[in-house]
């Protein structure tokens, strides 16, 4: 049976606009018309018109840096994910695993779990050394598959569509930009969301 835990490292800004929660719920008075119009959308260009022209959301949204990275000790095998949030300044850790998943589900449910911790939306820079995560974002390939019921253009599955649908879900609530950045570089926040993800995988053996 596969298991899974989250841990959260709150460093210290809890009034700082962060929380730990399954979904992400807010109060602007347009967000059904926005939530709906973005899922149907099929780019992150799209979904940004949707939100300025519905009330104008944007223009209040927090700027929050995230940091994420995922590995899996065997693919597939136990793994481990990691995320640094920043805003204002101030700083959030969130990590987990499972015993059994493969690095790019640790990948994805890193992404997921940073942006599910907000508690309102906000506009995000995501950093993430994924290229299966960030091209199929800013490529729009994720659009395409889903368009398609999951499936590429060669006929066969996407892999992970559940984790794919819960990702396109949180990207409709906030104003996220994907950027890719050389894994075991030096990055600092990268080398970080690296060691909590070694870290949580290290939990379920080698």
Same mark, same amino acid.
């Given at each position: 049976?596969?298991?899974?835990?989250?841990?959260? /490292?709150?460093?210290?800004?809890?009034?700082?606009? @962060?929380?730990?929660?399954?979904?992400?719920?807010?109060?602007? %008075? !347009? =967000? &059904?018309?926005?939530?709906?119009?973005?899922?149907?959308?099929?780019?992150?260009?799209?979904?940004?018109?949707? /939100?300025?022209?519905?009330?104008?959301?944007?223009? @209040?949204?927090?700027?929050?840096?995230?940091?994420?990275?995922? %590995? !899996? =000790? &065997?693919?597939?095998?136990?793994?481990?994910?990691?995320?640094?949030?920043?805003?204002?300044?101030?700083?959030?850790?969130?990590?987990?695993?499972?015993?059994?998943?493969?690095?790019?589900?640790?990948?994805?449910?890193?992404?997921?779990?940073?942006?599910?911790?907000?508690?309102?939306?906000?506009?995000?820079?995501?950093?993430?050394?994924?290229?299966?995560?960030?091209?199929?974002?800013?490529?729009?390939?994720?659009?395409?598959?889903?368009?398609?019921?999951?499936?590429?253009?060669?006929?066969?599955?996407?892999?992970?569509?559940?984790?794919?649908?819960?990702?396109?879900?949180?990207?409709?609530?906030?104003?996220?930009?994907?950027?890719?950045?050389?894994?075991?570089?030096?990055?600092?926040?990268?080398?970080?969301?690296?060691?909590?993800?070694?870290?949580?995988?290290?939990?379920?053996?080698?």
């Amino acid at each position: 049976n596969k298991t899974a835990v989250r841990e959260v /490292r709150f460093l210290s800004f809890q009034s700082y606009g @962060f929380g730990y929660s399954a979904f992400v719920k807010y109060n602007f %008075s !347009c =967000r &059904r018309v926005a939530k709906n119009a973005a899922l149907r959308s099929e780019s992150p260009e799209n979904r940004r018109c949707c /939100r300025l022209t519905c009330g104008g959301t944007e223009n @209040f949204m927090k700027q929050v840096e995230i940091y994420t990275d995922g %590995s !899996c =000790r &065997r693919n597939p095998g136990p793994g481990g994910w990691g995320a640094v949030l920043v805003y204002g300044g101030r700083e959030m850790e969130i990590c987990g695993g499972e015993a059994a998943t493969t690095n790019n589900r640790m990948e994805l449910t890193a992404a997921i779990e940073a942006l599910s911790a907000l508690k309102e939306p906000c506009r995000v820079t995501l950093t993430s050394d994924s290229k299966y995560l960030t091209d199929a974002i800013t490529k729009g390939w994720v659009y395409s598959w889903k368009k398609k019921g999951w499936k590429k253009s060669d006929g066969k599955a996407v892999l992970n569509p559940d984790l794919w649908e819960k990702l396109m879900s949180l990207l409709a609530l906030h104003d996220v930009t994907f950027v890719w950045v050389k894994g075991h570089a030096g990055h600092p926040y990268n080398e970080r969301c690296d060691a909590m993800a070694q870290s949580e995988s290290g939990k379920y053996g080698e």
